[in-house]
C-alpha cells in the first residue's frame, strides 16, 4: 500500500461536500427549472473538481477502500432512476456516482501496488469510463487521478487545475456574456483576452474551484450517510417543483 503524506490544500471534506452539493443544484436547477440562466450552468461547473478533490482526500483518510467503493456503488445504483426522471437521460447515461466508482478503483489500485496494479489499474479503468459513457468520461477520471498524484504540492494542484480547465474548456461553448455583461469588450484588450479568454468557456469556469479546493477552512461535517441520500434528495425535490411549476 502506498504510504501516506501531508495533503496539501483544503482538507475539510465535510465543508467541500457541502459546497459542492450547493453548486450542483444551482446546475441542475439551472437545466430543470431555469433553462434561460445559463449562468447557472456556468456555476455548476465548480461541483464536480470538488467532488473529484473530497473523493482523492477521502481515499487518504479512509480506513477501508472496498466499504468506501461500496457507498458510492449503492448510492449511484439508486440514484440512476432519478438522474434519468429528473434530467431526462437513459440508461446508457450514467449519473456522476459511474465516474466517481471508476475513479476510487483506480485509486485503490494505484494505493495497494498489486500485480503492477498502480500501472495498468489506471489506463484500464479510463477505457472502462468511455465503453459504459460514465459522466465527463475519461477526462474526469484523469481528473481524479491527477489531483491524487500532486496532492502534497498546492502548487502542483493549482497547475494541474489550471492546464486541465485550459484543455477541457477548449473543447467546450463560449461564454459570451455573464448575468448580462457582454464579454467581448474585456477579452478583445490583447493582454486580457489572451490570458482570459480560454477560461471563458463552460467547462474551463470549473477553474473557479481552486481556490475552494486548496484555501484550508473550518469542517463543517455532514453525516456519512446524508452525504451520500442529498444526491437522489435532491434530484426529487427539483423533480417535484418541475412538476408543480
Keep these: 500500500m502506498e504510504k501516506k503524506g501531508v495533503l496539501a490544500g483544503n482538507t475539510a471534506t465535510g465543508t467541500i461536500k457541502w459546497i459542492a452539493l450547493i453548486f450542483m443544484m444551482i446546475d441542475h436547477s439551472g437545466k430543470m427549472l431555469f433553462p434561460g440562466v445559463p449562468e447557472m450552468r456556468m456555476l455548476g461547473r465548480i461541483a464536480f473538481p470538488l467532488y473529484c478533490w473530497a473523493l482523492v482526500v477521502g481515499c487518504e ?48 489500485g494505484i494505493r495497494e501496488k498489486k500485480w503492477g496494479s498502480h500501472v495498468w489499474a489506471p489506463p484500464v479503468v479510463m477505457v472502462l469510463a468511455v465503453v459504459t459513457h460514465a459522466d465527463y468520461g475519461w477526462k474526469g477520471v484523469l481528473l481524479v487521478f491527477l489531483l491524487y498524484a500532486v496532492r502534497e504540492r498546492k502548487g502542483a494542484i493549482a497547475a494541474v487545475m489550471i492546464a486541465y480547465c485550459l484543455y477541457w474548456g477548449s473543447t467546450s461553448s463560449t461564454v459570451s456574456s455573464i448575468f448580462g455583461l457582454p464579454l467581448k469588450p474585456l477579452l478583445s ?19 473557479l474551484a481552486l481556490p475552494l479546493m486548496l484555501l484550508p477552512m473550518e469542517n463543517i461535517r455532514m453525516p456519512k450517510i446524508l452525504g451520500y441520500l442529498l444526491y437522489p434528495l435532491h434530484l426529487l425535490v427539483l423533480w417535484g417543483l418541475e412538476q408543480i411549476l
Design 61 to 108: 483518510f479512509t480506513s477501508s477502500m472496498p466499504r468506501y467503493l461500496l457507498r458510492i456503488l449503492i448510492t449511484g445504483v439508486i440514484s440512476q432512476p432519478l438522474y434519468m426522471i429528473a434530467l431526462n437521460h437513459t440508461w446508457q447515461e450514467p449519473s456522476v456516482f459511474l465516474t466517481l466508482f471508476l475513479s476510487m478503483l483506480g485509486l485503490w
Design 189 to 207: 484588450l490583447p493582454a486580457v483576452g489572451t490570458i482570459l479568454s480560454p477560461f471563458f468557456r463552460l467547462q474551463g469556469m470549473a477553474v
